[in-house]
């Protein structure tokens, strides 16, 4: 008994010692703004740094992170549920060993369906926490229920848009809600698809002055990605636009990105005092703070 008893206490110091993943919800207003070739190739960008990354395609009914490495998962997010499945199980393997798992077909009913497949979900990323640097969730457009659940859970959302007008209003939309839900929730704006440094930066600044205006709240610029010819075909040839060609704009824009998300001041100091898994069970069973 009381080797079980220090076994078990070893292992809760154990877990103490060992950081929490930082996950970073990705969402947008409008549907097709370039979520999912961000969240990919951001992913990969960070695990070219040498860090643990997951990748859940969480794209309700329209998950495409696998067709966009032109890899075929043995096993999805529905496998998972279907076949009572521990995500350990159903994590694949894309380049420089990010880990990702496929959203399947069918996923926006079985989320639908049972809250209870949710509450499986949040008890198995418990698990995974503990193991990845980052967690990176791929929400799809609008605001779902459970893609507001993750969206507050996380550590930070970044919000998509690009410059098209439609697609901003619906970003703002996006921000009006969340802030909503909770005022402290920490947001990053990405623009994509940007013709210029020159419109890149004003329509961060524009959505910047407006969130500041109408909402008082003071909104983070993670940057821009610009549009280049070199993504479509990426996405044609089922390559990462990053591999395909690390020189492109679009690669450029991303890889600056990227390295100022890793400086240590940037967003560490928006981590919320409640763990990832917490939040999502307390928002999950409605005891929103
Ligand atoms: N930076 C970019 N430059 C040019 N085209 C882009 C860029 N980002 C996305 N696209 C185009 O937009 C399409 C949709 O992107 P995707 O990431 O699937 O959007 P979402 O996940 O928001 O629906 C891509 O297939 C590609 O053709
Ligand atoms: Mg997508």
Known sequence: MNDQAQRLRDLLNQKKNVKEARTIAVLSGKGGVGKSNFALNFGIGLAKHQKKVILFDLDFGMGNIDVLMGLAPKKTIVNMFNESLSLSEIIETGPYSLSYVAAGSGLSDLFEMNDLHFEYFVNQLREVAYQYDYIIFDLGAG???Q?????????????VTTTEPTSITDAYSVLKHLYSERENISLQLLVNRAVSEKEGKQTLQRLTKVVKQFLSKDINSLGFVYDDRSVIDAVKEQTPFLLKNE???????LTAIIDSYLEPTSTEMNRPSHSFVTKLKMLFSRKVE
């Open 247 to 253: 020189k492109s704009l679009a690669s450029r824009s």
């Open 147 to 159: 893609h507001v659940h993750f969206a507050l859970a996380a550590h930070e959302c970044v919000v």
């Open 143 to 145: 605001l779902q229920r």
